[in-house]
């Protein structure tokens, strides 16, 4: 079965510069979440989309932010890097008939970003 | 917010014997419970996911309780195999109807004995 597509995997950056982060859901899902998750640590929830627009937003940085695209793809763009945003960022998919049974969501392999 | 606590932080059983995680909540709102298990290098796999009007759910080797009162819910895993060895994190959502994100707990690295 098809999964969650996140570009690119890994990815190495130096302080102060952008990175873009893209995640391609399982077909038919409309709804994509981004989490960020540090070593040794849990997943941190950053924000999520629903039809192109914010649905919910979690710790998310100023110097971060998002969209959804009309083809539900979504994009992670990080600003103003700092050596403390190198982490795991993993892009989550889900169904939208699914919310009020509680979301599904089924993770990708996640971009692994260094800053250096 | 929700605080979710994990307990333990890590756990070793010998192979066929039977593992127990459980896990806190603190926000009585939320009513969405999964399980992931993350091995090495790749992202949360979804194995088992429970929902505030059910109180217990199996699928072969894994069950999940909960218990809404106390707000705990845990994670079994009978005849447990090697390839169990992972790290296992629960989770709670409000599931309202909308998005919502999930908070995690800190995981369990579960370690299967041969």
């Known amino acids: 079965a098809a999964g969650v597509i996140q570009s690119p995997r890994h990815l190495i950056k130096e302080k102060r510069e952008t990175a873009t982060l893209k995640c391609y859901p399982i077909?038919?899902?409309?709804?994509v979440y981004w989490y960020q998750q540090g070593p040794g640590q849990d997943p941190q929830f950053l924000i999520s989309f629903y039809e192109k627009m914010q649905s919910d937003k979690g710790s998310i940085p100023d110097r971060f932010s998002a969209q959804q695209f009309s083809d539900y793809h979504s994009e992670l763009n990080m600003s103003s890097l700092e050596l403390g945003d190198s982490a795991l960022y993993f892009c989550?998919?889900?169904?939208?008939?699914?919310?009020?049974?509680?979301?599904?969501?089924?993770f990708g392999p996640g971009t692994r970003l260094t800053v250096l | 917010g929700e605080n979710v606590e994990q307990h333990p932080s890590t756990l070793s059983v010998q192979e066929g014997d039977s593992a127990v995680i459980k896990c806190t909540y603190s926000?009585?709102?939320?009513?969405?419970f999964p399980w992931y298990k993350q091995e090495l290098g790749k992202g949360p796999q979804l194995i088992i996911d429970i929902r505030s009007n059910v109180g217990e759910k199996k699928d072969q080797r894994i069950a999940v309780t909960l218990n809404k009162t106390a707000k705990h819910f845990s994670l079994h895993i009978t005849e447990t195999q090697p390839e169990d060895s992972a790290v296992y994190f629960c989770a709670a959502s409000m599931g309202g109807g909308g998005a919502d994100g999930l908070t995690f707990g800190k995981g369990t690295h579960l370690i299967i004995q041969p």
């Open positions: 077909p038919r899902h409309d709804t």
């Open positions: 926000d009585s709102a939320s009513n969405y």
């Open positions: 989550a998919s889900s169904l939208s008939v699914s919310f009020n049974l509680g979301n599904e969501q089924f």
